[in-house]
């Protein structure tokens, strides 16, 4: 397997914008995680999916930010509309069970000037 | 809630020389698995050991290898050795019997030739 798959690697956007980052998770894993990194605040989450269906997503920083799992193999984080604030690094995880380790993607740099 | 927290930032250490990151959590479950994840300057988190909270034995990978207090809530991780290719940032993470996964701050261990 490939691997967690996010896309694009690096987006760079203007305040206002609407943003989409994506995620293809290891395929059989049925657990998936969305990430912030920034070095004020660490590694937040932000929602996590549980088969398909958002489970704990008290990590959403507000209104501006969805996340969407229409399937096994495919969820989206959608900023609209993005901010400078919103700048930061992007994961997305996956794991096959409640009880293992959950499998990174290389993350997506967003920069919103 | 559950809350991760690795109090020391920054840590450095000799090579070859041994090197303990501190982590503590706080939970009310009494099932949960802990790990350590390594982040180097490409981004990448990789796992680096996982305990399972109902086994006593504290579990080692290598060089590496954690001290599991449960009634503390304590999980440092020991590295032994230590190489170059060690310098990285540090995560703490614990996941729950409901499968969220949260991270603790982070500590970015420097090896000194």
């Known amino acids: 397997d490939a691997g967690v798959i996010q896309s694009p690697r690096h987006e760079v956007t203007e305040m206002g914008q609407e943003v989409t980052l994506r995620c293809k998770p290891i395929?059989?894993?049925?657990?998936l995680f969305w990430y912030r990194q920034t070095m004020m605040r660490g590694l937040e989450l932000l929602i996590y999916f549980n088969n398909n269906v958002p489970i704990d997503d008290s990590g959403m920083p507000e209104d501006r930010f969805s996340a969407k799992m229409p399937n096994a193999s495919f969820s989206t984080l959608k900023i609209q509309p993005s901010e400078p604030r919103d700048s930061a690094v992007y994961f997305c995880?996956?794991?096959?069970?409640?009880?293992?380790?959950?499998?990174f993607g290389q993350g997506t740099r967003l920069t919103v000037v | 809630a559950q809350t991760v927290t690795q109090s020391q930032p920054e840590m450095s250490v000799q090579e070859a020389e041994t090197v303990t990151l501190s982590c503590t959590y706080d939970?009310?479950?009494?099932?949960?698995?802990l790990f350590w994840y390594k982040q180097p300057p490409s981004r990448q988190m990789i796992l680096v050991i996982r305990q399972e909270a109902y086994k006593q034995q504290n579990a080692t990978e290598n060089r590496f290898s954690v001290n599991f207090q449960k009634a503390a809530k304590s999980f440092s991780l020991k590295i032994s050795d230590s190489q170059l290719g060690d310098a990285a940032m540090y995560f703490c993470a614990y996941r729950s019997n409901t499968g969220k996964l949260i991270f603790g701050q982070g500590t970015t261990l420097q090896v000194k030739p």
């Open positions: 395929s059989g894993h049925n657990s």
């Open positions: 939970t009310s479950e009494s099932d949960y698995y």
């Open positions: 995880a996956s794991s096959f069970e409640s009880d293992t380790e959950a499998f």
